[in-house]
C-alpha cells in the first residue's frame, strides 16, 4: 500500500522557519521525482519545488528560491522542505507528490499558516 505521510506544518509568525518532512512508504522512493505542491485557498496547486532521484538536482519556483530548499534521504524513505523566511503569502496547504514515468502519489497536506 502506497503511502506518503506529510508532517511539520504549523502557524509561524513572518520571517519564520518551518521544515517539512514527507515519510514514504509502498514503492521504491529511490526511484522517483519527489515534490512540493502548494494550494492556497481559492487558488490553483502549484509546484513548489522538485528533487530528482539522486538528489543531484533540484528546482524551485520564483517564488521560493532562496528561501525554500527541497532535499531528500533515500536511506529513510524521506523527502524533506526547509522554509526559511516565511511570509504571509507562503500559506496553504503543502502536499508532497511523487512522480515516476506517468505514475504519480499524494499525500493528504500538511496545514502551514504565516501570520502575525
Known amino acids: 500500500q502506497v503511502q506518503l505521510v506529510e508532517s511539520g506544518g504549523g502557524l509561524v509568525q513572518p520571517g519564520g522557519s518551518l521544515r517539512l518532512s514527507c515519510a514514504a512508504s509502498g514503492f521504491t522512493f529511490s526511484s522517483y521525482v519527489m515534490n512540493w505542491y502548494r494550494q492556497a485557498p481559492g487558488k490553483e496547486r502549484e509546484l513548489v519545488a522538485t528533487?530528482?532521484?539522486?538528489?543531484?538536482?533540484?528546482n524551485y519556483a520564483d517564488s521560493v528560491k532562496g528561501r525554500f530548499t527541497i532535499s531528500r534521504d533515500n536511506a529513510k524513505n524521506t523527502v524533506y522542505l526547509q522554509m526559511n523566511n516565511l511570509k504571509p503569502g507562503d500559506t496553504a496547504v503543502y502536499y508532497c507528490?511523487?512522480?515516476?514515468?506517468?505514475?504519480?502519489?499524494w499525500g493528504q497536506g500538511t496545514q502551514v499558516t504565516v501570520s502575525s
Open positions: 507528490n511523487a512522480m515516476r514515468l506517468g505514475r504519480g502519489y
Open positions: 528533487v530528482l532521484s539522486t538528489a543531484a538536482i533540484t
